[in-house]
Every structure is written in structure tokens, then in C-alpha cells.
């Protein structure tokens, strides 16, 4: 019979090296691992292949909760997202709740593109909404490259908002419980994360939050570094 060969046996080779290696620094590393998970945040972030959570911020798995999907969006109508909160809130306990944009999404380019991509135009059709809520602040910056920096902050900034009213996280506010919604964009020029200045911990706070991050966006726009 003919050899079959497995078209993936690349990524179960590195997997095998990967546990190896993890095996020979840490003989209890994955004794560890299999316990109870108890991280202490949720990221919610891009499903961009070059944006890892636990990677990019040095934390072994095990430390970060993971909800990705195309632009970091927190769509009131998305049960997969809400989910997600649902259990790292209510479950996990997690402490804090990160959206992390990135610099050069290519969903946000598509939106300032107006360009159809397929299916994923109605998806993306929450970060059109952004950009039309702040299209005078967009359209003052010529370069579409700062352009594209600026809306991926104003997409985080809008989908900790988003976050913030949905009921998990009011609920776990109303009953006492320790909960930090902040806003991040993610560099890929150098790897380096760009705190947006938006942290909220309460319902109260949380417009305040929004107004002062947006303030900071309104000094003269550079793309990140």
C-alpha cells in the first residue's frame, strides 16, 4: 500500500519538539497546566494570525482567557462573544477584560476602503459604524496610514463601551465584584502595546473613561511606532 502522507505532520512534529522542550525546563509544567484554569484576564482581540495573547504580553498558557474574531468586535448579537464574557465573568473570575485592537487591521482597511470582502462585510459593518460616529475626526487626517491607526484605536475604544453595557459585566459591577475594562492596540512594526488610556471599573465610570481616551486621540494623529 502507498505511504499516506499526513499534511500536517509539520505542526505535529513542532508540537512534539514544543512539549519537549516545555517538558524538559518544567517537568511539572503540564501537571500544572491540567489543573483548574484560573486566569486573571480576558482578551479579547483579533483573529490576525501575528497577534498571540499570551505571546506578545510574556505569559505562559494558562494566564489569559482568549475570545478572538475579525476586528475585535463586542457585538451585542454575537452569542460566541458573550459567552465568552459570560463564563470568564461569572466562571473564571477573571479580574480584567482587555480589548486589544492592532495597527493595519485589515478589517478596519477594508472599512476604509469600502471594499467588499464577502460574507464578512456584514461583520465588519460595527466598525463601519464606528467610523461613521467619528468620521470628522477620521477625515481630518490625510495619510490613510494614520487614518487606519487612528480607527483601530477608536474601534477598541467603542468596543470597551460595548463591553461595558453588556449585562454580565453591569451585573458583576452591581454585586461588588472586582472588574477592569481596559483598551489596548497592538503594534506589529516593533511588538510594542499601546495603552489607549481607557480603564474602566465601574458603571459610573465608564463615561468618563470614554470621554477622556477620546481626548487623547484628539492631539495631532502619528501612526504608532
Known sequence: MPTVTNPLQELLDGNRRWSAAM????????????????PKYLWIGCSDS??????????PPGEIFVQR???NVVAHSDLNCLSTIQF???????????????????????????????LVDNWLRH????????????T????????????????????????CRTTMVM???ERGQSLSVHAWCYSLENGHMNDLGMHVDSRASLQPAYEAALQRLVRPAVVRP
Open 23 to 38: 517538558n524538559a525546563a518544567d517537568p511539572t509544567f503540564f501537571e500544572q497546566l491540567a489543573k483548574q484554569q484560573s
Open 50 to 59: 501575528r497577534v498571540p495573547a499570551t505571546q506578545i504580553v510574556d505569559l
Open 69 to 71: 474574531n475579525v476586528a
Open 88 to 118: 470568564a465573568v461569572d466562571v473564571l473570575k477573571v479580574e480584567h477584560i482587555i480589548i486589544v485592537g492592532h495597527y493595519g487591521c485589515g478589517g478596519v482597511q477594508a472599512v476604509l476602503d469600502e471594499r467588499r470582502l464577502g
Open 127 to 138: 466598525v463601519g459604524d464606528v467610523a461613521e460616529k467619528h468620521s470628522s475626526m477620521l
Open 140 to 163: 481630518a487626517l490625510d495619510l490613510m496610514s494614520v487614518r487606519n491607526a487612528r480607527l483601530c484605536e477608536l474601534n477598541a475604544i467603542e468596543q470597551v463601551t460595548n463591553t
Open 171 to 173: 451585573d458583576a459591577w
